[in-house]
């Protein structure tokens, strides 16, 4: 077990070169299954959700391998399994093999899914759609037992554009019989990546980053190799970095297109924002000033950069509002916010934040991915010295979070927990 411990007041100031999508490459390693033979994924990140999903394939007869950020996976042996379930409750998105592996194997046992406590998130849509698609699936004790004598093409209307839903439903009817159409799917750049993935391996995918999307069955998909794009809620939780730590950050290797809701919201606290072709500069030049943030599903205000924006927003002068409604319990950051020095109250799914002068250093703990975020960024800027404790949270989602602050001038270290523990002591004594 470690923590980080981070010593505020320093401006960051580089450029990061943004690591791979998490989000992205857990769903394409849900779809290699369905390839029989080898598919590389280059530029995968080494992150803890990655490794789990790694050893999950393997699981059901997988043979991966990492490569220098590659990652080679063969899939010609698959075969249903029995998961341990602890392994799969630890990410959200190994839920995601059960369509695939049905296509690919006519049965299938999974248990529930997990991830971060954020909120309610419930795979109906899920069960519906591959219901829809002609899967049998039952679920007991918290196992999830489908099968079917062949997938076909159906009509699947979302009740709300999901994200995860429609990535698990598009994949899965690469191999049903006829034409599956979507309606009301999700636009993430992640759901258009899956597809423009699916088609190289041999789908027919059409309309994918539309609120349709077509997709007309093969027999089968080839082996092939596709790299993961930037990770967009890495490059912007940089951003926000750059902005509240008056700080001048570049993030490249980004598509600025794809963080236009946050870049609006950034320029309207004050901050100084310039893009290139692949780029996004950020400066804070003066203090934030509030704003209202309200989270929408894409192209809107991302859900995964409420936590780090409201921790930004903790120090900008005013009262800013930031709605949540995504999730109903991504509110884990505002009691170690305030414990912090910050002033927020909640109401409902509405953050109410009064910006105060500065933060102090205080003990605290991460509850989930983004609230981890939110909470090293609060540590940059407070007086005195932060410590973060569960980092498994943050590891699940950022790649080496502290060398990247450090190499921009963030004093921030990982220690053993028994070592953080000594410090709080030690800053106990001194106080």
Not at 60 to 88: H, L, N
Not at 117 to 140: E, N, Q
Not at 305 to 331: C, D, H, K, N
Request: proline share 4%.
């Amino acid at each position: 077990m470690s923590a980080f411990v981070i010593k505020g007041g320093r401006s960051l100031v580089g450029e990061v070169d943004v690591a791979g999508s998490k989000n992205t490459a857990l769903a394409l390693m849900s779809a290699v299954v369905m390839v029989e033979g080898t598919t590389v994924l280059h530029n995968v990140p080494d992150v803890s959700d990655t490794r789990t999903k790694a050893k999950l394939l393997e699981v059901f007869g997988a043979k991966v391998e990492w490569r220098e950020g590659s990652m080679y996976i063969d899939c010609t042996a698959i075969y249903p399994s029995e998961a341990d379930e602890e392994m799969v409750r630890s990410i959200r998105t190994s839920f995601y093999l059960l369509g695939p592996l049905l296509a690919r194997c006519g049965h299938v046992t999974l248990p529930a899914p997990g991830g971060c406590k954020i909120g309610a998130r419930p795979v109906d849509f899920h069960i519906k759609g591959l219901t829809s698609l002609g899967a049998d699936i039952d679920l007991s004790g918290g196992i999830y037992r489908a099968k079917t004598g062949g997938l076909s093409g159906a009509e699947i209307y979302l009740d709300m554009p999901s994200a995860g839903a429609t990535q698990h439903l598009m994949t899965a009817a690469t191999l049903a019989k006829g034409v599956t159409v979507i309606d009301n799917a999700a636009m993430e750049p992640e759901v258009t990546t899956l597809a423009a993935f699916l088609n190289r391996l041999g789908a027919r995918i059409e309309g994918a980053g539309t609120a349709k999307i077509t997709i007309r069955g093969v027999k089968q998909l080839e082996p092939n190799e596709f790299r993961v794009p930037a990770d967009r809620l890495q490059a912007g939780t940089y951003m926000i970095a750059g902005a509240m730590t008056f700080g001048d950050v570049t993030v490249r290797g980004i598509l600025p297109e794809e963080q236009t809701a946050l870049v609006s919201k950034l320029r309207e606290a004050g901050a100084e924002v310039s893009d290139g072709s692949d780029w996004i500069r950020v400066a804070g030049r003066e203090p934030l000033k509030a704003v209202k943030v309200k989270t929408m599903p894409y192209p809107g205000f991302p859900t995964d950069m409420q936590q780090p924006m409201a921790g930004s927003l903790t120090i900008a002068e005013g009262t800013s509002i930031v709605e949540e409604t995504i999730y109903e319990s991504r509110i884990g950051h505002v009691q170690e916010l305030n414990r912090m020095g910050a002033d927020i109250r909640q109401e409902g799914r509405s953050s109410i934040i009064n910006g105060v002068a500065s933060l102090r250093g205080a003990n605290v703990e991460a509850s989930d991915l983004r609230a981890g975020a939110a909470l090293v960024l609060a540590g940059l800027v407070a007086d005195g010295t932060t410590i973060v404790r569960n980092l498994h949270f943050i590891d699940r989602g950022y790649e080496r979070l502290e060398d990247t602050l450090t190499s921009m001038g963030g004093e921030i270290e990982r220690v053993a927990l028994a070592e953080a523990d000594a410090s709080v002591r030690a800053n106990d004594t001194s106080a």
